[in-house]
């Protein structure tokens, strides 16, 4: 069973806007911490956004506040990264992942790739300048 689907992804002029989906299961989205993270060439996968499906405080890498937006609807069980003002350093494969059976409290430390055990396949965002 396909627990998480990401789509979205494309390329742009830096400057641009890309809304990126990730579509989840019940049990992948049901109370759980979501993170989506990204991945350039030889570089390491590192955490952009972490959030609680419930709500709560969400983290944001430095890197992206004030341009990456987070969403969600729970009705679809899917969550939605809004990226705007994008730039040639975000170009990267950028993934969703979750980690089911959490609380708040756990969502608002996580940032390491290895707290999550659900991963989509990715998909590529691409600035060019």
């Known amino acids: 069973q396909v627990q998480l689907v990401e789509s979205g992804g494309g390329s742009v002029q830096a400057g641009g806007s890309l809304r990126l989906s990730c579509a989840a299961s019940t049990y992948t989205y049901s109370a759980a911490c979501i993170g989506w993270f990204r991945q350039a060439p030889g570089k390491e996968r590192e955490a952009v956004v972490v959030?609680?499906?419930?709500?709560?405080?969400?983290y944001y890498a430095d890197s992206v506040k004030g341009r990456f937006t987070i969403a969600q609807d729970s009705a679809k069980n899917t969550v939605y990264l809004q990226m705007n003002d994008l730039r040639p350093e975000d170009t990267a494969m950028y993934y969703c992942a979750s980690r089911p059976r959490s609380i708040p409290g756990v969502c608002a430390t996580i940032r390491r790739p290895i707290d999550f055990g659900y991963w989509g396949q990715g998909t590529q965002v691409t600035v060019s300048s």
């Open positions: 959030d609680y499906t419930g709500g709560g405080n969400t």
